[in-house]
């Protein structure tokens, strides 16, 4: 099976400028979870996705957004680049069975965003 | 809110030495935990979780951990490390079941001297 899939793997941006992070999940696996690496501040959540539906948000401006498509891939979008977004962008998938108990996530590589 | 402590930034031990990363959690019930792993340049890699039952959890790699409750740790350890343990670990603990949304701790980084 597939592991999680995230492209591109590295972008480099500048200021100002919007970015678009696309994640393909482990198949049959519905809920999708990002998270921002940095050296600063680690890892820190960012939202996660279930059946196309925000479940969760970190604390995170409104420049931070993302969706997910009927197929469980995940995208999430940064507008106004800022040089602090630099970091790796992590996608996690999980197979939630009933929102009642906790599945294990899966990582992805993770996407490498420098912001100039 | 739950946290997560790593107390140790960065640790450093000899090929074949015993090793143990130390994480504290805060947290109000019996908490999910995890130990992750991060290679150079990689995602995050699953190595255990513990969830309930027996307080000694075995993970992959050779790698252990031993959940207490009386000192809200959950230390990972491993009894002969080797050169591709070199990494950085993380202890991460999510706020209940139903919630994906995982804290991590700020990591510890493992050097291993050949």
Redesign the interface.
């Known amino acids: 099976k597939a592991g ?1 899939t995230q492209t591109p793997r590295y972008l480099i941006k500048t200021r100002g400028q919007q970015v678009t992070l696309s994640c393909s999940p482990i198949s049959g696996h519905r ?1 999708v ?1 990002w ?1 921002q690496q940095t050296p600063g501040q ?4 960012l939202f ?1 996705y279930f059946s196309e539906t925000q ?2 948000k ?1 604390n995170f401006p409104g420049r931070f957004s993302g969706r997910q498509f009927s197929n469980s891939r995940s995208e999430m979008n940064v507008s106004t680049l800022e040089l602090g977004d630099s970091a790796l962008y ?1 996608c ?1 998938s ?1 197979h ?1 069975n ?5 599945n ?7 996407t490498r965003l420098t912001v100039l | 809110a739950q946290s997560v402590t790593q107390p140790d930034i960065h640790i450093t031990v000899s090929e074949g030495a015993s090793l143990e990363l130390r994480c504290n959690y805060s947290y109000g019930a019996t908490p ?1 935990l ?1 130990w ?1 792993v991060q290679s150079p ?6 190595l255990l ?1 513990y ?1 309930s039952g027996d307080t000694l959890v075995q993970g992959i790699k050779g790698f252990e951990a031993e959940f207490k409750r009386s000192q809200s740790s959950f230390n990972l350890r491993k009894p002969s490390v080797h050169w591709s343990d070199a990494a950085e670990y ?1 202890c ?1 603990v ?1 706020p209940g ?11 510890t980084k493992l050097s291993v001297i050949p």
């Open positions: 999680v809920s979870s998270y680690g890892l820190q959540f996660e479940r969760n970190g992590l996690a999980s939630d009933s929102g009642n108990s906790y294990e996530q899966f990582f992805g590589p993770g | 999910y995890f992750y340049g990689q995602g995050l890699q699953l979780k969830f993380f991460a999510p079941a139903g919630s994906y949304q995982l804290t991590f701790g700020k990591g």
